[in-house]
C-alpha cells in the first residue's frame, strides 16, 4: 500500500505546485539531478542535455525549467536494449534507483506526453513486475501483459502504437520460470472458463520444444517475437530500417536475471 499512496501523492504535487527551481551549472548536470548510480546519470544527462544547453548564460548558471525532452529520443534500438538489460543488472544487485527519481521524471517529462523508449511484452504474472524488474519508472517502458505473453491482435495494436506512434526503439517479449499458462498448454486439462483460449497461442511452442516447462517457454517466447516481426507491417517495417528492435527474453524468478535469447 505505500508505495502507489506515495506514488499518488507525488503526482499531485506535481500537477498542483510550482516545481522548486533548481539551480544547475551548465557543465555539471550531476549537481541538478539527484542520482547515484552512472548509468542512469548518462541517461538523464542524455535526456535532459539538449534543453539546459539552450537556456545556460554568459554566466554559466541558470535555472533549469525544462521542456519535454524525451527520454528515447536519442536512444538507438541497441542503446534502448542496453539501458533496459542495465536496469535488470541494478535490480539483480539490489541497487535499484528508479523510485528516487519518480518526482524529477512525473515533472519533467511525463505530464503532458509519453515518449517511453522501450516495449515490454510481459506475463501477467505477479511475480514478474517488469518496471520493478528492469528498474525502470514513470513515463520509460511501454507494458502489455496478459497471461503467457501470448501475440493477440490487441496486443499487436497496442504495440504497434508504441512503436510508431510513441516511438520505441525495442520490444522485448519475456518469457519466466514457472510460467502457469505454459504449463497448462503443456498440461492440456480442462479447465474453467475461457482459460484454454490462452493454450492455441502457446501450443506452437510445446509442439517444438517438448514437455519440458522451461524449454516451451523460451521457445514461446521466441516465437511470440518471430510472430511480431513478421505478423506486423508496422513493426516489420521499422525493424527492417533499423528504427526497432524486437528480441525474446527469460525471466528466472530465483535470481531476478532477465537474459535474452537470441
Ligand atoms: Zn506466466
Redesign the pocket.
Known amino acids: 500500500m505505500t508505495a502507489p499512496l506515495n506514488l499518488k501523492k507525488t503526482a499531485r504535487r506535481g500537477t498542483q505546485e510550482m516545481p522548486p527551481r533548481r539551480f544547475c551549472s551548465g557543465a555539471n548536470l550531476e549537481t541538478c539531478i539527484p542520482d547515484h548510480e552512472s548509468s542512469r546519470r548518462r541517461f538523464l544527462r542524455m535526456t535532459m542535455a539538449g534543453t539546459v544547453a539552450g537556456i545556460v548564460t554568459a554566466a554559466g548558471m541558470e535555472f533549469t525549467e525544462p521542456h519535454p525532452v524525451m527520454a528515447q529520443s536519442k536512444l538507438s534500438p541497441d542503446a534502448a536494449l542496453q539501458e533496459l538489460m542495465d536496469g535488470n543488472a541494478r535490480f539483480i544487485s539490489g541497487r535499484s534507483n528508479a523510485h528516487e527519481q519518480d518526482v524529477l521524471i512525473l515533472k519533467q517529462h511525463t505530464l503532458d506526453k509519453q515518449e517511453p523508449y522501450a516495449a515490454v511484452l ?4 505477479s ?2 513486475p517488469v518496471e520493478m524488474v528492469f528498474d525502470q519508472t514513470i513515463g520509460h517502458l511501454f507494458v502489455s501483459r496478459v ?3 501470448v501475440v493477440t491482435p490487441e496486443i499487436i495494436a497496442s504495440l504497434e502504437y508504441g512503436a510508431a506512434v510513441l516511438g520505441t526503439k525495442v520490444i522485448l517479449v519475456i ?2 520460470a ?6 497448462a498448454t503443456i498440461q492440456a486439462k480442462e479447465v474453467p472458463g475461457q482459460i484454454s483460449a490462452l493454450f492455441p497461442h502457446i501450443q506452437p511452442a510445446v509442439d517444438q520444444a517438448g514437455p519440458n516447462l522451461e524449454a516451451a ?1 523460451k521457445a514461446n517466447a521466441k516465437i511470440q517475437a518471430a510472430l511480431l516481426r513478421e505478423a506486423s507491417t508496422v513493426i516489420a517495417g521499422l525493424v527492417k530500417d533499423k528504427k526497432l528492435r524486437v528480441v525474446a527474453g527469460y525471466y528466472d524468478l530465483a535470481s531476478g536475471t532477465a537474459s535474452l535469447l537470441e
Not at 514457472?178 to 504449463?183: D, F, I, P, Q
Request: hydrophobic share 35%; charged share 15%; proline share 0%.
Open positions: 510481459a506475463c501477467a504474472d511475480r514478474v497471461a503467457g505473453n518469457g519466466h514457472n510460467c502457469g499458462a505454459v504449463k517457454t
